[in-house]
């Protein structure tokens, strides 16, 4: 089956400057790539997602980029706030058995 | 319009007890899932539901049965909880075109001692 490995687990940045998170995944059949954040607590709500036709896509602050060839996604955080702690994950959607699988989860802290 | 809501919130069990968590969404999609969620672990499919009337085994099935009541509902039964089944527990629907996306209910926290 897939297998999404998502890099850094935690990720520490001053305000004002970037952050970006990487992953993996293992099938070249999967098609669709969802980035969700979890604040503390709360349930994980989709941010952004971007299909495999597509190499970027930006939405205000936040960017993902694609890499089929290479298998490798990234979500990039500009001018980065304190309100963008939280936990981030990343998937990939394999059509073949309609499976989403998640990374494990990236820690984002922001400091004032 | 509640989205996808879970019941009960918070539950704190003794091992060999069972009990069935409530799933129920208002927005008539076909596709539901169960989730758990442990530190350093990410979001693992525990069981799923393409459609009303189908139920599908995920990554960690063992312990667990669901049923798709209806469109609407869909349940996950502890029959003998374990303190390994100590999680957070998230149900999802399907959204997107294909339904590859996933809107996440506000979850449960089970404790098993």
């Known amino acids: 089956g897939e297998n999404v490995e998502q890099h850094p687990s935690t990720l520490s940045v001053q305000e004002g400057d970037s952050a970006v998170i990487k992953c993996t995944y293992s099938?070249?059949?999967?098609?669709?790539f969802p980035w969700y954040k979890q604040e503390l607590g709360k349930r994980p709500q989709l941010i952004i997602d971007i299909r495999s036709n597509v190499g970027e896509k930006k939405d205000q602050r936040i960017a993902v980029t694609l890499n089929k060839t290479a298998k490798h996604f990234s979500l990039h955080i500009t001018e980065t706030q304190p309100e963008d702690s939280a936990v981030y994950f990343c998937?990939?959607?394999?059509?073949?058995?309609?499976?989403?699988?998640f990374g494990k989860g990236t820690m984002l802290l922001v400091s004032p | 319009n509640a989205g996808v809501t879970q019941t009960p919130k918070f539950q704190v069990l003794k091992t060999g007890q069972s009990m069935t968590l409530q799933c129920a969404q208002d927005m008539n999609h076909n596709s539901m899932y169960w989730y758990r969620q442990d530190p350093g672990m990410g979001l693992r499919l525990i069981y799923y539901s393409a459609s009303e009337g189908t139920t599908d085994k995920g990554e960690v099935p063992n312990g667990y049965n669901v049923s798709r009541l209806n469109k609407r509902e869909f349940s996950l039964r502890l029959e003998s909880a374990a303190p390994s089944q100590t999680s957070v527990y998230f149900c999802a629907i399907g959204v997107r075109t294909g339904g590859e996306g996933r809107y996440f209910g506000p979850g449960t926290r089970l404790t098993v001692t």
């Open positions: 998937a990939a959607f394999y059509s073949g058995y309609s499976t989403l699988t």
């Open positions: 099938d070249s059949a999967s098609n669709y």
